[in-house]
């Protein structure tokens, strides 16, 4: 679902982000990627998403390459690829049913659809009963699941998280993680980025580590 071959990113002379990556996800895989703070996480995450495109080797995820892809073809991609970030983005001036439905207004879903969608979608996240609330008045473990609630409403194949629990206690840590391997059972390919090596260690999932822009341990082709 997920495959780099060779990938190499410089931003300039001095700096090369990402050195000859190779890996592959296969679909319904949940994996990890850690590494020290600056070894290419983020650089890795964002030639998945096209916000950046690899200096060498092919970046493919769902049969697309993405190297040579139109820039119009780009929100295409995106569309299937949901993303939750460490500080969840949402906007505290929108209830949490109107930020999980955003995505599908971009996407011109109509209006009678969107209702089920996020409904079903705060129900896997188990938001349900809280779908009229400012997000000011969740926990930061609800408003993480309000993130990931918007990042599947749209039901991507790929879902990528940057430092999902970075801001979360252990306890509500696992649940999240717990979340993410649910969609992994039903055929999502999950990758997290996370500095948290105790929990990345109790999930016991393929982690790939990256140190100073090459992969150390994980690469190669997943089961």
Request: avoid cysteine.
């Amino acid at each position: 679902m997920i495959e780099f071959r060779q990938v190499t990113k410089r931003y300039d002379s001095d700096h090369t982000a990402l050195r000859q990556v190779n890996f592959s996800l296969a679909r319904g895989e949940l994996a990890f990627l850690t590494g020290h703070s600056g070894a290419g996480k983020s650089t890795l995450l964002k030639l998945i998403m096209v916000m950046e495109r690899p200096s060498a080797g092919e970046v493919i995820v769902g049969g697309q390459m993405l190297n040579k892809l139109p820039k119009r073809q780009i929100p295409y991609i995106r569309r299937h690829i949901g993303v939750v970030f460490q500080n969840h983005q949402l906007l505290f001036d929108r209830t949490v049913f109107d930020n999980v439905a955003m995505p599908l207004e971009v996407m011109g879903v109509p209006a009678r659809d969107i209702g089920r969608r996020v409904r079903a979608s705060l129900d896997k996240v188990g938001l349900l009963n809280k779908e009229k609330m400012s997000p000011l008045q969740l926990s930061g473990g609800e408003q993480q699941r309000v993130g990931i609630a918007r990042a599947v409403v749209n039901k991507p194949p790929v879902l990528l998280a940057d430092e999902p629990t970075g801001n979360l206690d252990p306890e509500l840590s696992a649940d999240i993680m717990h979340l993410f391997g649910q969609f992994s059972q039903v055929g999502v390919t999950v990758l997290i980025a996370s500095h948290d090596i105790a929990l990345i260690n109790d999930m016991q999932r393929r982690t790939l580590t990256l140190d100073h822009g090459q992969l150390i341990a994980g690469g190669g082709h997943g089961g």
